[in-house]
């Protein structure tokens, strides 16, 4: 269970809300932790809804240098 390896340390506003939609923003305010729970894994990367892709991109990157493979699922994408 890898729930608690990805944790955000700065609060920023939802981009559905008018936030920043720039992925080095996401970047900057993500941590990645207990990486021996990822290290050479198949992760499944999920979010409720995507709005620009920015968190999960940002997210991603952050997780590759770790993870074997990356997959990424969502339930809901916002139309614009």
Do not use: W
């Not at 809300?17 to 990486?35: A, C, F, M, P, Y």
């Not at 894994?41 to 809804?49: A, G, H, K, P």
């Amino acid at each position: 269970d890898g729930t608690n390896c990805l944790v955000r340390v700065n609060t920023i506003q939802s981009a559905h809300s008018g936030g920043s939609r720039d992925k080095d923003l996401h970047i900057q305010t993500i941590e990645v932790r207990n990486i021996h729970l990822i290290r050479n894994q198949l992760i499944l990367l999920m979010d409720d809804v995507k709005t620009t892709g920015a968190s999960l991109s940002a997210c991603r990157t952050l997780l590759s240098p770790y993870a074997k493979a990356i997959q990424i699922f969502f339930l809901a994408e916002t139309v614009q």
